[in-house]
């Protein structure tokens, strides 16, 4: 549970992006042995990738409109 968050208009996916490394990581670690962890974690890895693009999205758009 990642609770309330806060980000500077201009960040972006950076947060989002920190965390996929993470998962991706430990989904090496762990995938020899369970596959199906591995798996797993490579899906929240690509649901957190897919979340950094839409708040570089959501960046590039509130900076459109502040320009």
Known sequence: SEGVTTRAPSEGGNKERKKAE???R???IVCS???R???MLRRLRD???SHAREEDNRAEIR???SS
């Open 22 to 24: 993470i998962f991706e």
């Open 26 to 28: 430990w989904a090496n």
């Open 33 to 35: 042995r369970w596959g």
């Open 37 to 39: 962890t591995g798996s």
């Open 47 to 49: 649901h957190y990738e």
């Open 63 to 65: 900076e459109d409109l």
